[in-house]
């Protein structure tokens, strides 16, 4: 994968060997920690929304399947384009992060975990179409690059730690795993949706 995912990795193999304590000693492990094991899932998997105040938007996919209307009437492409583009720009700049975060520097993981929230927050902040066909769920489609955002924020937390003494819980290979499938689950679902829109 992207050369952080690798780099994280390759120091998840040399810590297992010398094994960790599950307690959390400090205030920073705690609450990262914490909110590292509540990051948004993918469908199909058994984790909740982040409860850090830059995840707690819940994600409605309350959608009218049953409406009759045809499937191209009152469905309004254009603003769904647009917010399919402004959903991949989100993409690129978490794919962007992955890239240049330095792993085995504290200052890059921080300011990149900062760099995650303000993507997090300007995700939400989109003004999201609405379908009453049932045909599209762009809540889906949001939650599956919230959970990819936050997968990553896991992998940032899990190296600050690390890279402060401090033990964690967060298993790097398993969440590199998650971040890798929600990322697929986002791109093949936006690629449906713009087929649909065209």
Known sequence: MKKFVVAIIMAAIVLVGCGSSKTQNSEVSSK????????????????SVSKSNDANQPISKAQDSNNPVSKSENLDKAAFTKFF??????????????NTTDPSNLDSVKASLNKVSIINDKLYALKV??????????????????????D???????????????????????????????????????????????
């Open 129 to 150: 179409p609405n379908d009453p066909t049932g045909t599209l769920n762009p809540y889906e489609l949001q939650s599956y690059l919230a959970a990819y955002n936050l």
């Open 85 to 98: 583009d402004d959903t991949e720009v989100l993409l690129h700049e978490i794919d962007d992060l992955t």
């Open 32 to 47: 990262t920690t914490s909110d590292a094991a509540q990051v948004t899932q993918s469908k199909g998997t058994d984790q």
């Open 152 to 198: 990553f924020r896991s992998l940032l937390i899990y190296k600050q730690l690390t890279l402060t003494n401090q033990t964690t819980d967060i298993d790097p290979v398993e969440m590199t795993k998650k971040m890798t499938k929600d990322r697929e689950l986002y791109t093949a679902e936006l690629s449906k949706y713009r087929e649909i829109c065209k």
